[in-house]
């Protein structure tokens, strides 16, 4: 489950690397570096948006509003820097990377599909579980979500896999929340 979560990971990177232009070089750098490395892509974290306690790379595309690259790492920000390629490349840093794109593009639904995979396989699912209310999906892929949540339920509990329930029940009653949340928008 988890080698496949660092495959999937390793995955988007590569189509980003293709189908993106970015503002910066040293993103292209930093990319590369994380896609061919499976002990430092294990410690980073895709998300939908910055949460301020977290270290966080944001990488812009080009025509973004926001800077080339940043790099906020515990009480230290770096922008624009060759020092963040060497911070992450001789680092076993954890962070989680935000990428800025153009306002005007549609949302990546690559993206998003990764940050669903992320809250279902990653031990750290709970730092993470808002991003639910993020992403956009059609009824049929909340519905297909739900059921499959649903069924490895029923198996973590015939399997006594304790944490496994914990996690999916808690994906699932958010998943659940935010379909009240969004009908009582309406």
């Known amino acids: 489950m988890f080698d496949t979560l660092q495959q999937s990971k ?12 970015f503002k910066s070089r040293i993103s292209v750098w930093v990319l590369n570096l994380l896609k061919s490395s499976p002990e430092l892509l294990q410690n980073v974290h895709f998300v939908d948006e910055r ?4 270290n966080t790379l944001e990488i812009s595309m080009l025509n973004s509003e926001q800077q080339g690259i940043k790099f906020k790492y515990k ?55 808002q991003d639910i209310y993020q992403i956009p999906l059609s009824k049929q892929s909340e519905a297909s979500i739900i059921t499959h949540l649903q069924d490895n339920i029923d198996l973590s509990l015939q399997l006594h896999d304790s944490d496994l329930f914990y996690q999916l029940s808690q994906i699932l009653n958010t998943f659940k929340l935010r379909n009240v949340n969004i009908t009582t928008k309406d």
């Open 10 to 21: 390793a995955t988007f990177i590569e189509y980003l690397l293709f189908q993106y232009e």
């Open 75 to 129: 009480c230290q920000q770096m922008i624009n820097s060759n020092e963040i390629f060497e911070r992450i490349a001789h680092n076993q840093l954890s962070f989680d990377i935000k990428l800025n794109f153009n306002d005007e593009q549609d949302r990546e639904a690559r993206l998003d599909d990764l940050l669903i995979k992320q809250l279902l396989h990653s031990p750290y699912y709970a730092l993470y579980i």
């Open 51 to 54: 949460i301020d306690t977290h």
